[in-house]
């Protein structure tokens, strides 16, 4: 019974001390809370390459000054389980940032941070970078690290257009598009051939069989027009199957509406049509009427026939685009003898936009190392030109393009100098110096489309009259080095003014113009 009593005084105990009145000084304060408007929840969807630009409203109920706060805007995978992978993009208020990572789909986070207290707010979206579309523009093959890497300018064009569209330029295009070349070797060439991606692999319209070659120094690479895929069925020596050696490469091919040529390192010539059969290469057709064998040292290729120079023999031999024999040139020449010259091809070239499509050779004569420029018609029988120069830089150029305005205008590069000769005064002039920049490749870029009927024309004609230089910057980062401009080249007395230019690019070892 006293154990009850002593029960009940406690509880009375406990009652009594839970009505004390607390003394104790005690002060609530509002928390700051953030509340982040003109902020797209349903998500961001940019290309690879453009802007994001996000200027979200901020409002804050109590501390408005924006000195007090830090801001972070990443990014994680969206769809990978248990993503640690965080790329910041940016810490400012304002998001202004020009995409370079993989096209994916990501969770867009917006964190801001309370400096004074440590609180810290969340927000989510979703980000989609997609992958460029080339449908038209440069293609640049650079050298990055002593490997291949294709970048690109992009061109998005207008109504009626007259060249008054954006040029984007895109870095490291084939990872941006998930693909990865399976062989390695140092950059050559890249070229686009329309029609010339296989019938059997797409039924898609012409212009979207625009064959995308890479040729480097240990494969030749063919990507897929829509995609940029690449797959082993699509290599050239897999095409025609037991027509080509296992470590079959090309060091040059050309660029023609319907019909192509490519040179190998040792000289070996193949032949591809690509209507009405679009067979894209045939065995070798290294073989003159005569039935000599013609080691290709220099080639210029038409558009329906092409012109070699046979190292062994010193001759020149033309194909007229169909069957697999050389022909003779012109037999009773005006100015020089074709066969047997005596002479080593220093360089070779073809004008398209001139009549006649003339060709220009640069010879070193073997006996006397005296220099001769010749000039003849790609159909061999009119010969325009043939004279000695005494210009032997011309000797050491590393890059060399024809105006094609100017007949006898040719322009050449050698280090960090763009120079300017004429055969009809025998004059040279300096045109740009791009010193500390080293150069590595001047050209005026042919267009196929490039008459009024085809819509494009009249621009294409605009902009094939601008001389091309690209180079790059030893000093700077690998990779980001690289630079292509444009000039305006005026006449004959005018300095060559800039007309365009883009950067960030590798080293740049070629270029060509993929067409709609």
């Not at 406990?14 to 928390?31: E, V």
Request: hydrophobic share 35%; aromatic share 12%; glycine share 8%.
């Amino acid at each position: 019974m006293k154990s009850v009593y002593f029960i009940l005084i406690l509880i009375s105990y406990f009652c009594l001390s839970s009505c004390y009145d607390d003394k104790g000084n005690y002060t609530y304060h509002d928390i700051n809370e953030v509340e982040i408007v003109d902020w797209n929840t349903g998500g961001y969807t940019i290309k690879l390459g453009d802007s994001l630009k996000i200027t979200p409203a901020l409002f804050f109920t109590l501390d408005q000054n924006p000195d007090d706060y830090e801001y972070e805007w990443a990014v994680t995978k969206k769809y990978e389980a248990n993503s640690s992978e965080r790329i910041v993009l940016g810490n400012e208020r304002d998001l202004d940032v020009k995409l370079t990572i993989a096209p994916a789909t990501y969770n867009l986070h917006c964190n801001i941070k309370d400096k004074i207290t440590g609180v810290q707010w969340q927000f989510q979206s979703v980000l989609t970078v997609t992958a460029p579309t080339i449908n038209e523009g440069y293609l640049l093959l650079c050298e990055v690290d002593g490997k291949a890497r294709l970048d690109a300018i992009a061109y998005e064009t207008v109504p009626n257009d007259q060249g008054t569209g954006t040029f984007t330029p895109i870095y490291d295009v084939l990872t941006a598009v998930g693909t990865k070349l399976p062989y390695g070797g140092t950059p050559l060439k890249v070229r686009t051939v329309l029609n010339g991606y296989p019938r059997t692999f797409t039924n898609s319209p012409t212009a979207e069989r625009a064959g995308i070659y890479i040729l480097t120094t240990e494969k030749t690479m063919l990507l897929n027009p829509l995609t940029l895929n690449y797959d082993s069925l699509n290599t050239a020596y897999i095409i025609s199957v037991g027509m080509f050696p296992n470590d079959f490469h090309l060091q040059e091919m050309s660029k023609t509406t319907n019909r192509h040529w490519g040179v190998t390192p040792d000289g070996k010539v193949y032949f591809g049509s690509t209507s009405p059969s679009r067979i894209p290469w045939t065995a070798s057709i290294n073989t003159t009427y005569n039935s000599v064998v013609v080691e290709a040292a220099g080639w210029a290729i038409g558009g329906t026939s092409a012109v070699m120079f046979d190292k062994k023999s010193e001759t020149f031999v033309r194909h007229p685009g169909s069957g697999q024999v050389f022909s003779a040139m012109n037999p009773n020449p005006v100015r020089f003898n074709y066969n047997q010259t005596g002479k080593d091809l220093l360089w070779m070239g073809i004008c398209m936009q001139l009549t006649g499509t003339p060709i220009t050779a640069i010879l070193r004569d073997r006996t006397t190392q005296k220099i001769y420029i010749a000039r003849f018609e790609l159909g061999g029988v009119n010969q325009r030109y043939y004279e000695e120069t005494t210009n032997t830089d011309l000797a050491n150029a590393s890059s060399i393009a024809l105006s094609p305005e100017y007949e006898g205008w040719i322009f050449y590069s050698i280090g960090s100098k763009v120079y300017r000769y004429s055969t009809d005064n025998h004059s040279t002039k300096l045109m740009i110096d791009k010193t500390p920049e080293i150069i590595t490749e001047i050209n005026f870029q042919f267009f196929q489309n490039r008459l009024a009927s085809t819509g494009v024309g009249p621009r294409n004609q605009l902009w094939e009259k601008k001389l091309r230089v690209c180079s790059y910057n030893p000093a700077g980062k690998e990779g980001s080095n690289g630079t292509m401009e444009l000039f305006n080249v005026g006449n004959v007395d005018d300095e060559l003014s800039s007309h365009a230019k883009y950067t960030g690019f590798g080293k740049i070892i070629s270029v060509d113009f993929r067409e709609p």
